[in-house]
């Protein structure tokens, strides 16, 4: 059977966020990001777009037992695998809420992060002015995001190499947020402290499928037109037993309230 008539849909999302934590790319900035926000003992943190509590933990001991974290999640399937992941950390509250209109009183975090969600959103400023809004004065915001508009795949063919990376960037709501990130928190009255754009490298095919999801994309690809099953084929072909090589930017800000 074709590759191409089998599974296109996207892999269950709890899976895919856990093995992106897990993955060395993901430990890597995930690492930066947790040094960047700077916590301390006693601090408020909320974590927006928490997801399955992928950080909840790192984020809880690093505020310490006087601290607190809060996870807020629109998905209430998500909320609920966190609370379960999280149920010895007294001092971790999960919300169900919306990004755009946080459920939390004014001033009321000294640390927020948002970890690649603001590609996803509906009105990433609108969310910002939120984020503004619960950070208190001299508290510090942390946002990652890809810049999905940077994805490069190097093969001999490079028209279906930009043909499956227009695809992917189709995918996403704000495929270039990454590079928007500093401008969006300057104009919700942010002050810039650090601004990390770093080449998210992959030299080997699979571990790139582990995250891109080549097979799966070209799959769909094919399906909306972008690609011919052959060619797609081919390429995919050519990259699993040659030399591999995929990058795109990811960009890392923090700024303070």
């Not at 709890?14 to 947790?34: N, Q």
């Not at 946080?102 to 640390?111: E, T």
Request: proline share 4%.
């Amino acid at each position: 059977m074709s590759q191409f008539t089998i599974a296109t849909t996207a892999p269950d999302q709890i899976d895919y966020l856990d093995g992106a934590a897990r993955s060395a790319v993901g430990r890597d900035y995930k690492d930066r990001f947790l040094e960047a926000l700077d916590l301390r003992p006693g601090q408020v943190v909320i974590d927006v777009g928490c997801g399955p509590g992928t950080d909840l933990a790192r984020l809880a001991d690093g505020v310490a037992g006087n601290g607190s974290v809060i996870g807020v999640d629109n998905d209430s399937v998500m909320i609920e695998e966190a609370r379960q992941r999280l149920a010895r950390y007294p001092n971790v509250e999960l919300r169900v809420g919306d990004a755009h209109a946080l459920p939390l009183d004014d001033a009321r975090v000294d640390r927020a992060r948002a970890d690649r969600v603001l590609q996803h959103l509906e009105d990433p400023a609108r969310a910002l002015a939120e984020l503004r809004r619960v950070v208190r004065p001299g508290g510090v915001l942390g946002l990652a995001e890809p810049d999905w508009d940077t994805l490069a795949i190097d093969d001999v063919d490079v028209a279906t190499s930009r043909a499956f990376t227009r695809f992917v960037v189709s995918g996403f709501r704000n495929p270039t947020i990454g590079r928007q990130l500093a401008r969006l928190a300057t104009e919700a009255q942010f002050t810039l402290r650090s601004v990390d754009a770093t080449p998210v490298v992959f030299r080997d095919f699979e571990a790139a499928e582990e995250i891109l999801g080549l097979r799966r994309n070209a799959a769909r690809a094919v399906q909306a037109a972008y690609l011919t099953e052959a060619t797609a084929q081919r390429w995919l072909d050519r990259m699993a037993r040659g030399t591999f090589l995929a990058y795109f930017t990811f960009v890392v800000v923090t700024a303070r309230a």
